[in-house]
């Protein structure tokens, strides 16, 4: 599943290549990812795209001298963006791209596509079929955006905000930092490294972190998260250029997935528990 660092990666290569180019065409292959908006396609085609934002994992594009129209983007579990330019390289990211992803557009599993008038060409694909491109008025794309708490790598992020929220908060510190209505972009991959970095149990109730452990906790996440979004580029791949080199911030991983192995600060086997109903990855003997 894409979490934060993986959109934010397609948010910054998207915006190089398609900010400024007008959809000249637009092709729904399946309805379910446009919401069955009958007016897709119409609303859609001939209109420029201004920007790309993100709150979350949620991409918000708008367009040139359109106060009130907006698309939200949501990769959800398998959702891809691939962007094929005038020159026909191809290049992608969102969920893992692998060795046998058919990249022949479209093909079985493109949801919509975006033809652009310089020939370029933009493929929304999503095997699950959870994803969504959706389109929305200023008061929906507000709405939509309310949902989201702030998120760690934020410059205004406020850790005496962080800290009284976590006081109110009668439940483990993992669901907390699940919840997006609280801290937005910290997926479970990120908590548990999050976690393990600050020496805090996942299992430890959010109301008995200090304030201290607070601050520590709201810094590493920030952390974590820009040096994912730092090494996400290579996630977007040019598979023409690299042949689909596949470095990522897996490399970085301390915890997760790092079950029955030994801690890389104590030695201690490193357990796999379920909290909050994810897979959690920690350290009984460092994470207290
Ligand atoms: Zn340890």
Redesign the pocket.
């Given at each position: 599943m894409p979490e934060l660092p993986e959109v934010e990666t397609v948010r910054l290569q998207l915006l190089h290549k398609i900010v400024l180019k007008t959809i000249q065409k637009v092709t729904v292959y399946h309805t379910k990812t446009t919401a069955h908006n009958p007016f897709f396609v119409s609303t859609v085609t001939g209109k420029t795209i201004a920007h790309i934002d993100r709150i979350g994992k949620l991409l918000i594009m708008s367009f040139t001298g359109e106060s009130d129209l907006f698309l939200l983007v949501h990769l959800k579990m398998t959702g891809q963006f691939f962007y094929i330019d005038n020159q026909k390289q191809v290049s992608g990211g969102g969920h893992t791209i692998s060795a046998t992803n058919n990249l022949d557009f479209p093909n079985r599993h493109t949801r919509v596509s975006f033809e652009f008038s310089d020939t370029s060409t933009l493929y929304f694909n999503d095997m699950r079929l959870f994803g969504y491109i959706k389109v929305a008025n200023a008061m929906q794309m507000n709405a939509a955006k309310q949902k989201f708490g702030p998120e760690p790598i934020h410059e205004l992020f406020s850790v005496d905000d962080f800290y009284e929220g976590l006081q109110r908060r009668k439940t483990t510190i993992k669901a907390v930092l699940l919840d997006q209505s609280f801290v937005a972009g910290l997926g479970n991959i990120y908590v548990d490294e999050s976690l393990y970095a600050a020496n805090i149990s996942p299992l430890r109730l959010s109301c008995s972190l200090t304030m201290s452990e607070a601050g520590r906790l709201a810094q590493i996440a920030g952390n974590i998260m820009k040096t994912a979004i730092s090494v996400g580029g290579t996630t977007f791949q040019h598979f023409v250029d690299t042949g689909g080199d596949n470095g990522n911030y897996t490399d970085y991983l301390k915890v997760f997935g790092k079950q029955n192995t030994p801690?890389s600060?104590?030695g201690?086997i490193i357990s796999k528990i379920r909290v909050a109903g994810r897979g959690t990855h920690y350290?009984s003997?460092?994470q207290k």
């Open positions: 801690c600060q104590c201690t350290c003997n460092c």
